[in-house]
């Protein structure tokens, strides 16, 4: 492997580490901006809204330029928009600013998301060997850094905003590392640059963003079902995400090993299976470290769902393997932001217990759906 690939997936894991860090150092925030705006339930469901529609919008863009001019522009444009958005995330005032600012951070993520991915399927592809986990790990480290940072901060009473600017200022010594490393363009798609998805790519899409999902709702929900259960006071409220950011950080590192061993099939089913075990006790304990437990095995069930679907968009010959990744990414990514929004309006009728149930629920589908996914893909 040369020098230059080599350096391609430092810039790659830098990438995936930012995006991370910036969507998670949001997650604490929550329960501030609720309480600064005085926002129900609903209405914050709503305010997510916007920040998933500003993701998908930038996805669908970002799918169609980097299949004609490469990654590198979208990668860099999406981190810096990240590094300028988040300190707005702490000082908007109103709902609508807040909405605002939401759209700009979503669009930022949804083009580094689906940048970076597109990279990383091209690196594993040279290397032939999986990569697509530890890719994904860094999202997972980027995660817990910068959940536990931005929650160490404010525990610390340090004031929003200069932790939004801190965290802003480790994300842009990140991408500033990330710029000269990156190739100068990713791989270019000289066909049509759409084609409609077939029904595989369909369903992988679909499980993609029923994971993604769950990984939003621990987003941005796990703090408040705490906080609301009176488990943990507010300024802690974070703590659970952490040890799931932790477990799928875990997961994740060991990935490619496990893959390797069991096969894509089994790390479908066990670990959706995991999942949906922790949902159970983290829905039904009342003991901190019980509950705790449940969002470790969350996490870890997690943790391979979505590099094994990206892996099966690339085998897949229904269409156009660079086609069939930008559009499990879109779609897949709109379930992390545009999710947890109906969760909000579900927990706004029924309660966050009930809408964590549904995730849950929708867990069940990856394990039932594994068998399809990993015999139609070839």
């Known amino acids: 492997m040369s020098v230059d690939n080599a350096a391609a997936r430092l810039a790659t894991r830098l990438a995936f580490f930012v995006a991370g860090f910036g969507i998670a150092s949001w997650a604490p925030l929550v329960p501030f901006a609720k309480e600064r705006l005085a926002l129900d339930h609903g209405v914050l469901g709503f305010l997510l809204l916007w920040l998933g529609i500003g993701s998908v919008v930038a996805m669908l863009l970002t799918g169609l330029l980097s299949a004609r001019y490469g990654s590198k522009p979208i990668i860099l444009i999406g981190g810096s928009g990240i590094v300028l958005t988040l300190p707005w995330l702490a000082v908007a005032g109103t709902p609508l600013a807040l909405g605002a ?27 032939k060997r999986p990569l697509m986990s530890s890719f994904h790990a860094q999202f997972s480290i980027g995660e817990f850094a910068g959940s536990a940072a931005m929650t160490a901060l404010l525990w610390l009473h340090v004031g929003a905003l200069s932790s939004t600017l801190i965290c802003s200022a480790l994300m842009a010594i990140a991408m500033m590392l990330t710029w000269p490393r990156l190739p100068p363009s990713g791989e270019v798609q000289q066909g049509p640059l759409f084609v409609t998805p077939r029904a595989v790519v369909l369903l ?31 300024a802690q409220g974070g703590l659970g995400f952490i040890l799931f950011s932790v477990a799928m950080t875990v997961g994740r590192l060991g990935g490619d090993a496990i893959v390797a061993r069991v096969g894509d099939r089994a790390t479908l089913v066990f670990g959706s299976l995991l999942a949906v075990t922790g949902f159970v006790i983290l829905l039904t304990a009342w003991v901190v470290a019980f509950m705790m437990a449940g969002c470790v095995l969350i996490g870890l069930g997690a943790s391979n769902l979505v590099p094994v679907l990206y892996r099966r968009a690339g085998t897949q010959r ?19 932001l545009i999710g947890p929004a109906g969760v909000g309006l579900l927990a706004q009728l029924a309660g966050l217990p009930s809408a964590f149930t549904m995730l849950a629920a929708l867990m069940c589908l990856v ?10 893909t070839r």
């Open 101 to 127: 600012a939401l759209v700009a951070f979503g669009a930022s993520l949804g083009s580094i998301d689906v940048a970076a991915n597109i990279n990383a399927v091209e690196l594993e592809r040279a290397a």
């Open 204 to 234: 992988l899409a679909a499980l993609a963003a029923i994971t993604f999902l769950v990984e939003g709702a621990m987003l941005d929900w796990s703090a408040l079902l705490l906080v609301d259960r009176g488990i943990v006071p507010e």
């Open 318 to 336: 229904a269409m156009p393997a660079g086609l069939a990744i930008a559009a499990i990414t879109t779609v897949g990514y709109a379930g992390i």
């Open 367 to 376: 394990t039932l759906s594994a068998r399809t996914v990993t015999t139609e």
